[in-house]
């Protein structure tokens, strides 16, 4: 296994935020290249993954936890430390197209299978995730990052209890709280457009990838209705796409084993039953 720590560099003064010195990050961990194995996989698919942590902080236990998995599976792996509040969107849109695009450019010295590029979220960082796949065909991020939208396309999307949307009927703390943080206290937060245009169920279409999502009932942090919502914008646009919805649990989960959190022995399946999600053939979105 070979690991790496790269910078995730762009100009932030498209984006009216004042840098900090907090330094976003993006962890690579690469499947060592040898001939024995590269006979059975000369190019591996790649996980972008977001942790959550309302756009506070970035989750520990949604990082290496999630990559170690898909890790054993042969996959590269890259975890996306993002900048969190006071950085406002689209800073963190920003940086997840970044990362994106520093996975295309090294594809070919990390044996990257570019038909087989996913992002997977958690929470906010599942919100981060939907973000990229509805808005990665729109030109305001491409002139943001300097490239072409094309460049933005990836093939599908895992989303872990996230937030979506602002417009479900029990708005709870979770979801307000990460809305604050992504939009920033006062006007921006106020601002009913800005709002909505974090709504991500309005910006769904048939170019959005393919979506995994898991949700648990008892979540009182973010809503199941959350993920509901975005399923139910999907299957307006004939977006292929599954759902699974535990009835307990509560938010957070990660893995959904010990490791974790509280142990629930049915959570624990989510990873496995993506992995295989994930290995059947889909179209890829239209670009």
């Not at 030109?139 to 490239?147: E, K, M, Q, W």
């Not at 919502?229 to 957070?252: C, D, N, Q, S, T």
Request: aromatic share 12%; with cysteine; charged share 25%.
């Amino acid at each position: 296994m070979i690991y790496r720590e790269l910078d995730i560099n762009i100009d932030y003064s498209k984006l009216e935020y004042e840098k900090t010195e907090y330094k976003p990050k993006l962890q690579v961990y690469i499947q060592n290249e040898t001939e024995e194995l590269s006979k059975f996989m000369p190019k591996r698919p790649t996980m972008l993954i977001c942790p959550g942590g309302g756009y506070a902080y970035t989750s520990e236990r949604e990082c290496d936890p999630i990559a170690f998995f898909y890790l054993a599976k042969g996959y590269n792996c890259c975890i996306l430390r993002y900048t969190c509040a006071p950085a406002h969107f689209p800073v963190q849109l920003a940086e997840a197209g970044k990362a994106l695009l520093t996975i295309k450019e090294n594809a070919e010295e990390w044996k990257v299978d570019t038909d087989k590029i996913y992002v997977c979220g958690f929470s906010a960082g599942g919100h981060l995730a939907a973000s990229l796949g509805v808005f990665w065909d729109k030109p305001f991020l491409a002139d943001i990052l300097g490239t072409q939208s094309e460049m933005l396309k990836f093939n599908s999307l895992i989303l872990a209890y996230p937030v979506i949307s602002y417009n479900v009927e029990r708005c709870l703390y979770g979801v307000k709280t990460t809305y604050k943080n992504l939009l920033g206290e006062g006007e921006r937060y106020e601002d009913t457009e800005a709002l909505q245009m974090q709504c991500l169920e309005n910006h769904v279409s048939e170019n959005t990838p393919p979506t995994f999502i898991w949700h648990t009932f008892e979540d009182v942090t973010v809503p199941v209705d959350s993920s509901l919502i975005f399923g139910k914008a999907l299957h307006k646009h004939k977006v292929p796409f599954e759902m699974h919805i535990y009835e307990h649990g509560r938010h957070g989960q990660a893995t959904g084993n010990k490791s974790t959190c509280l142990l629930n022995q049915r959570l624990g399946e989510w990873m496995e039953t993506s992995y295989i999600w994930l290995e059947e053939e889909r179209e890829l979105p239209k670009a």
